[in-house]
T-cell receptor, first 116, second 117 residues
């Protein structure tokens, strides 16, 4: 079955612009989480969506937002880009949120955003 | 707050030898899950192994095993018979078991492994 698809794979934007990244989860998966990975801060949780509702949010400014559609595809948006937003953005899909158990998350290959 | 510590930023290992990657964690929750992921240069995070806080047996998945010491709050990954394709970044991660935590994973800083032929 198809994995998690993130588009675009690479993106170059200018400071002050906005950007939208897309994540299509595995078929049947209804939970999508987003992470930012930078050399300085490592992997940090951005937010999680389930059934079109944001369930959890990390410690990021309001310039970072997201949404989920009825087909479980998710987008994240970053407005007024800063140089520090340059990062690998990863999304992970899973069947449902919460609970213990070996419910592994399937990650996409990420979108590498460079802000110049 | 949750915290994951990986004290080895990088290490070399000889092909066919075993390697242990350290991970310690801090949480006040009784219920939690511990994960190990591999990240090759392509960027994708590949799930390796999972250990639940109530699991009494150490998890094993092929060449990967998790040395879980709950009292010491450590969850070390052991890779047996290293292969050249094991060269990558390795991340330890934790998810709290509460519903409020959802699917949020907290990651350690990672360990870069380079397998030498």
């Amino acid at each position: 079955k198809a994995g998690v698809t993130q588009t675009p794979r690479y993106l170059i934007k200018t400071r002050g612009q906005q950007v939208t990244l897309s994540c299509s989860p595995i078929s049947g998966h209804r939970s999508v989480s987003w992470y930012q990975q930078t050399p300085g801060q490592g992997l940090q949780f951005l937010f999680e969506y389930f059934s079109e509702t944001q369930r959890n949010k990390g410690n990021f400014p309001g310039r970072f937002s997201g949404r989920q559609f009825s087909n479980s595809r998710s987008e994240m948006n970053v407005s007024t880009l800063e140089l520090g937003d340059s990062a690998l953005y990863l999304c992970a899909s899973s069947l449902r949120p919460g609970g213990t158990g070996a419910q592994s998350y399937t990650f996409g290959s990420g979108t590498r955003l460079t802000v110049v | 707050a949750q915290k994951i510590t990986q004290t080895q930023p990088g290490m070399f290992v000889q092909e066919k030898e075993a390697v242990t990657l350290d991970c310690t964690y801090d949480t006040s929750d009784q219920s939690y899950g511990l994960f190990w992921y591999k990240q090759p240069s392509s960027g994708e995070m590949i799930f390796l192994i999972y250990q639940g806080s109530y699991d009494e047996q150490n998890a094993t998945e092929g060449r990967y095993s998790l040395n879980f010491q709950k009292a010491r709050k450590s969850a070390n990954l052991v890779i047996s018979a290293s292969q050249l394709g094991d060269s990558a970044m390795y991340f330890c991660a934790m998810r709290e078991g509460s519903k409020a935590a959802g699917n949020k994973l907290t990651f350690g800083g990672g360990t870069r492994v380079l397998v030498k032929p």
